[in-house]
């Protein structure tokens, strides 16, 4: 299983980009245009907030699902055990933290421009037959949506007195159309090979991670897989790890199937 590093200038980007998300569900782009002293500035504001009790003023609510949810509120599907993390839920609509500048928005603003991007170029390289199957195409499902939803993780360093089947983020698949990852702070991301063998990501700040959620999954009757992947716990250093990753959803009522609307 080889996730393709893609550098996003280059004029074959979105050939590789299809390769890689068809074969793995994953990629990996580099030389992209958010400035990494954006992304430093916005990791440095959220590891201040997150190291401050004034997160505990924006407990998340359990309808809207945005705000602040606190360490091990989590777990994933099917799995009892909660997983070793703390985050942030942000939608357009929902709270934001007075704490933090207009950053986190500017860096959302240019996530769903490389979004459309993206998703235009997976339309543009994906056979007729998958493409006739579309309601829309992939980049007009996600106008004027409600749903996107930026996530900071905070995943705090180990105390040593966890469960010993405690991860950072338990194995799971994501269930929107795509996923933008500011590549994580430290190691840990692992994608679940077709032979049942975990491959790392690499987690270097000058990538972001592309994966395919459950919707794209959907809407392509399987041909872009929603590929299994998980956090695990240090293996260096025991410090605490942060990712931002935006979960790229449609409008409610786009079509994705016979069975489903998003």
């Known amino acids: 299983m080889e996730v393709l590093l893609i550098d996003y200038l280059s004029n074959s980007a979105s050939k590789e980009l299809v390769k890689s998300i068809r074969e793995t569900g994953f990629a990996v782009i580099e030389n992209h245009p958010i400035d990494k002293s954006l992304i430093d500035s916005v990791y440095n504001e959220w590891a201040e907030f997150f190291n401050s009790s004034k997160k505990n003023k924006y407990i998340f609510r359990e309808v809207e699902q945005d705000g602040y949810f606190p360490f091990m509120s989590e777990n994933a599907k099917n799995r009892d055990i909660k997983d070793l993390k703390e985050f942030f839920h942000i939608y357009n609509w929902g709270r934001y933290p007075n ?121 392509s009757g399987g041909y872009y897989p929603s590929t299994t992947h998980r956090v695990i716990n240090p293996k260096g250093p025991n410090i605490s790890r942060y990712s931002i990753p935006l979960f790229i959803h449609p409008s409610d009522d786009i079509v994705l199937s016979d069975k489903y609307t998003a």
């Open 99 to 219: 704490q933090i500048s207009n950053q986190t928005n500017k860096l959302i603003d240019k996530f769903k421009v490389v979004a459309e991007k993206l998703l235009f170029d997976i339309q543009s390289n994906t056979p007729s037959q998958i493409t006739n199957n579309f309601s829309i195409p992939l980049d007009q499902m996600i106008q004027n949506s409600e749903q996107n939803l930026l996530r900071i993780i905070h995943y705090p360093p180990l105390s040593g007195i966890e469960d010993s089947k405690a991860v950072r983020a338990g194995a799971h698949e994501d269930i929107n159309l795509i996923t933008l990852l500011v590549a994580g702070s430290q190691p840990g991301l692992q994608v679940l090979s077709k032979d049942n063998n975990w491959v790392d990501v690499s987690t270097s700040p000058e990538y972001i991670v592309i994966d395919v959620g459950d919707m794209l999954q959907e809407c």
